[in-house]
């Protein structure tokens, strides 16, 4: 019994350390590519109006410009980040476990893939996906049964970071291509 309790605690601290680097990357990623792009249409639409001096009401209009930018292509960049970050949760040990892919869902011919690329992740990436879709759906229908306001790009974050740790976990039981083995 013991024991069990044990065990049970290394696979939620190795849910909890995996979802924490997923977090995190997809934050830095989101973020710092919605920041890029933002600066980079920002500075086209300086250029293209001239290139007239940095005064007040300029930088005003231009941190409106990236402002309103920025909301919208994070929006985008959030989806990138979000088919980028999911290779990183596979073949990296912590707290003892890791995540493998494996090449079919057969369980006669399927063998491990060591080094996940993008093209390995298509299919369970779409399972995946569609799981956090549910799973953040479920997470704004209770928010507004309890809080009766509307959402916006920073609450649906929220919304897709939390339904993370929990998709990781329904991933490893549910999908035949993704196991949680000891490392």
Do not use: P
């Not at 920002?42 to 009401?57: C, H, R």
């Not at 759906?137 to 790009?153: C, D, G, H, N, R």
Request: proline share 0%; net charge positive; hydrophobic share 60%.
């Amino acid at each position: 019994m013991e024991c069990s309790v044990h065990l049970e605690v290394r696979v939620y601290k190795f849910y909890l350390l995996l979802w924490l680097k997923w977090s995190l990357r997809l934050s830095v990623e989101s973020v710092l590519f919605a920041t890029l792009f933002s600066f980079f249409v920002t500075l086209f639409i300086y250029i293209k109006q001239g290139s007239v001096a940095l005064e007040s009401d300029v930088v005003n209009a231009l941190l409106d410009v990236f402002s309103f930018w920025f909301a919208l292509l994070w929006s985008l960049t959030l989806l990138l980040a979000l088919f980028r970050a999911i290779k990183y949760i596979f073949n990296n040990c912590s707290a003892g476990y890791k995540l493998e892919l494996f090449s079919c869902e057969d369980k006669s011919s399927r063998e491990v893939i060591s080094v996940v690329g993008y093209g390995n992740l298509v299919k369970v990436w779409r399972r995946w996906f569609m799981l956090m879709i549910w799973l953040v759906a479920v997470e704004m229908i209770m928010a507004m049964l309890f809080t009766q306001e509307w959402f916006s790009i920073v609450m649906l974050y929220i919304y897709i970071l939390v339904a993370g740790f929990f998709s990781f976990i329904i991933l490893s039981a549910k999908c035949k291509r993704v196991r949680i083995v000891k490392c």
